[in-house]
């Protein structure tokens, strides 16, 4: 059995615990329809307002503290939050919940006074509230902090917190009842004091709980928002309000800033760690920021995929995008900053994780799936990504990876405009599509000896076909280009140029069970692949599993070795911890240090080469 107050009591409900606010929406419900109006006098109402308020706070300093093309430069922890820590810290709103219910416990108890009368404003509450605070709330939190960090108490209701390696708004709320106990009684005891002086008020409420948030979330935001120069100008300041460095530094060495907010209460116990202000400076001045080896330069397939970005839902970002009823009513604020974005933004740092020693970030160009197939946009978009190039070469960055669509062949040639236009590029560019043809190819059965093949004259599905040729295996190139399927065939070696065969319609390939797709097929082209036809595929977007007699893969990917760190969001539709093809494909160029650029025409010869080079690195197949 555990140490009392150690676990949830709800924990097994999973989200099921939000039906414990039922009683609180039923009793407004119910005064609604005897009142015929919203009853604004019922502290249920106002409780599950603030409960959205609070929740809004939480998800605000969340997502302000993932921009990083705001803050990367002020973040006090460098490292990435990995998904370890967003599993850990799933159930953040625990601690939400037990104060909305015991807010709502002494609400109806007729023996606490104060509490029915709903005044809406009175300054002697604020007064009261503050006065408490400092007196009481601050003092009595610091010495249950110390206490907590003490023998057994650290280690049965504590240690978990601190499991935290990097702190984040909503670090705030993760912990065991009886530290989310000791908070909520820091936090009532003002609000208490004020309605047993006859002075408490609605607006005193909102105020004090919602300021109570914003400073926690604050500290936890491992980004320094109040400058060094503030403190420099007023220094008593630094006593009077904590920063997230100062947080940081305790949940790093555990032995030091215990306050609640003002880290007085340290200085007077002998507990203030001498390195906050000097080291809040330093963040604050960006000399914490570092320059990323490798970038993978990605772009947004569509509105409601937008929505999947780190900076905004955690619990969606942390797995693989699939489209959620609860971000549809956003769906029109992620339009409008579409539009935003399409006449005012540049390319912008998305996410990071680290590999070996190096940094690597996803940057994304502002522009959305559908307008690279807009002719006047071309333009544009290719001017997007050739300052990503240069602000790449700028930094010093080695090896930056173009994603899809960036790297289409009508659009600029496979990145061979960039490296043309600017032959003394320091930084690699890179396409990746090597890699992502021997993802391709190293999932086809050794045993196959016919494939059929769409897409077959693009990039990919002229590597794809050359590469299975010499292997003796038979390929259906779909195309209805003479000229473009001899060109082809005329590359491979005299004695397997007879592999290759050029067939004009899906009926050619009616007892073919190895399709390679990288032209979209409609339900009525699939129904022409015989049953167990298994569909490989390089087509973006993927196509749609119509067959239930047939199998469908995945795009090509790989995942990222073990000892990545900092890990914490999925690319697009991929699982936990696997990237694109052409990601991995930069990654494993960054590894090996190739000096080489990779644009245009995949060098066949050189499949074999990189698949090697991704396995001896510890990429795998996902």
């Known amino acids: 059995m555990g140490s009392p107050l150690a676990s949830w009591p709800w924990a097994s409900l999973g989200s099921y615990k939000y039906l414990l606010y039922g009683p609180l929406v039923a009793k407004v419900a119910h005064a609604w329809r005897e009142s015929g109006s919203m009853p604004l006098d019922s502290w249920c109402l106002h409780l599950l307002i603030l409960l959205v308020l609070r929740s809004l706070t939480f998800q605000l300093w969340f997502s302000y503290g993932n921009m990083l093309f705001f803050t990367r430069r002020r973040r006090v922890v460098k490292d990435g939050v990995d998904f370890r820590q967003i599993d850990a810290e799933w159930d953040w709103d625990n601690t939400m919940i037990m104060q909305t219910l015991i807010a709502a416990m002494v609400i109806n108890n007729p023996l606490f006074p104060g509490v029915t009368e709903l005044r809406a404003w009175d300054p002697r509450g604020w007064a009261v509230a503050l006065l408490l605070h400092v007196s009481i709330s601050e003092p009595a939190f610091y010495w249950a902090h110390r206490a907590l960090h003490r023998g057994p108490l650290f280690s049965q209701y504590h240690a978990m917190h601190h499991s935290s390696p990097v702190t984040q708004s909503l670090t705030a ?225 080695k090896v930056l990876s173009l994603a899809a669509l960036n790297k289409n062949e009508a659009l600029n040639g496979g990145g061979t405009l960039f490296v043309g236009k600017h032959p003394d590029l320091r930084v690699r560019v890179v396409h990746g599509n090597t890699l992502t043809a021997a993802v391709i190819l190293n999932e086809i059965p050794s045993n196959v000896k016919e494939v059929f093949l769409t897409g077959a004259t693009s990039k990919l599905g002229r590597a794809i076909a050359l590469y299975l040729c010499r292997k003796k295996i038979r390929v259906l190139m779909l195309t209805l280009s003479t000229e473009r399927f001899l060109k082809i065939q005329r590359e491979a070696p005299a004695e397997f140029q007879p592999y290759l065969v050029q067939v004009t319609k899906y009926q050619a390939a009616q007892n073919c069970k190895t399709w390679i797709v990288g032209k979209w097929l409609s339900l009525r082209e699939q129904r022409w692949a015989p049953p167990g036809t298994h569909f490989h595929q390089f087509v973006v977007p993927p196509i749609i599993g119509f067959r239930r007699d047939c199998t469908y893969g995945k795009l090509a990917a790989m995942r990222l070795p073990k000892d990545v760190e900092g890990l914490g969001s999925c690319e697009y539709t991929m699982e936990r911890g696997v990237v694109h093809a052409c990601h991995a494909g930069g990654v494993v160029h960054c590894l090996e240090g190739w000096d080489h650029h990779e644009v245009g025409a995949i060098d066949v010869d050189r499949i074999d080469v990189v698949w090697k080079a991704a396995l001896k690195h510890g990429l795998t197949p996902p």
């Open 173 to 397: 709320g993760f912990g065991t009842p009886l530290e989310s106990l000791i908070l909520t009684l820091a936090m009532a005891a003002p609000l208490a004091g004020a309605f047993l002086a006859g002075a408490g008020s609605v607006s005193l409420v909102y105020g004090h709980v919602l300021l109570f948030d914003y400073l926690r979330c604050m500290g936890y935001s491992n980004v320094e928002v109040i400058s060094h120069k503030a403190f420099a100008a007023f220094p008593p300041l630094r006593y009077l309000i904590y920063t997230p460095t100062y947080l940081s530094l305790h949940h790093r060495e555990k032995d030091c800033n215990f306050s609640l907010f003002m880290p007085l209460f340290d200085a007077l116990g002998g507990t203030l760690n001498s390195k906050s202000w000097e080291l809040q400076k330093e963040i604050d001045q960006g000399k914490n920021d570092r320059v990323p080896d490798f970038v993978f330069l990605a772009h947004v397939v569509d509105v409601t995929s937008s929505m999947h970005v780190p900076f905004g839902f955690r619990s969606c970002s942390s797995l693989p995008f699939s489209t959620h009823l609860v971000l549809l009513p956003l769906w029109p604020l992620a339009f409008t900053f579409m539009i935003i974005q399409w006449f005012c933004s540049k390319t912008y740092t998305v996410s990071f994780y680290c590999l070996r020693g190096r940094l690597h970030q996803t940057w994304t160009v502002p522009r959305y799936g559908f307008q690279y197939f807009i002719p006047s946009a071309k333009k544009g978009i290719n001017r997007q990504i050739e300052l990503a190039i240069l602000r790449a070469d700028k930094m010093g960055v």
